[in-house]
């Protein structure tokens, strides 16, 4: 029953922004990780970002300084803001949910959304 709704998506130009939401339902829990992975054309999924519910936060070297997500005081929605975003940063984007200590690799997370595209062009 549990789902994840990705939303925001779009297409921008280079140094533009976009912020991204994951709204997830038909479930509650007292402790889990949210997290933003990507994957571009002819390329495996990558890990982007991710938050635990204390609030503290990872991110890929890649988009440091530009991406940073948060979380809403329910605990049951993520944001992603993309600032500064390049070409490079184009791929789908898919939101995460898991319930394990794990953030890095998809094997951590139990429940994902169908992917928003995000397209960034020069």
């Known amino acids: 029953q549990v789902q994840l709704v990705e939303s925001g998506g779009g297409s921008v130009q280079a140094g533009g922004s976009l912020r991204l939401s994951c709204a997830v339902s038909g479930g509650s829990f007292n402790a889990y990780t949210m997290g933003w992975f990507r994957q571009a054309p002819g390329k495996e999924r990558e890990f982007v970002v991710a938050?635990?519910?204390?609030?503290?936060?990872y991110s890929d070297d890649s988009v440091k300084g530009r991406f940073t997500i948060s979380r809403d005081n329910a605990k049951n929605t993520a944001f992603l803001q993309m600032n500064s975003l390049k070409p490079e940063d184009t791929a789908v984007y898919y939101c995460?949910?898991?319930?394990?200590?794990?953030?890095?690799?998809?094997?951590?997370?139990?429940?994902w959304g169908q992917g928003t595209q995000v397209t960034v062009s020069s």
């Open positions: 938050i635990k519910w204390s609030g503290v936060t």
């Open positions: 995460a949910v898991g319930l394990r200590l794990g953030v890095r690799t998809m094997s951590a997370y139990d429940y």
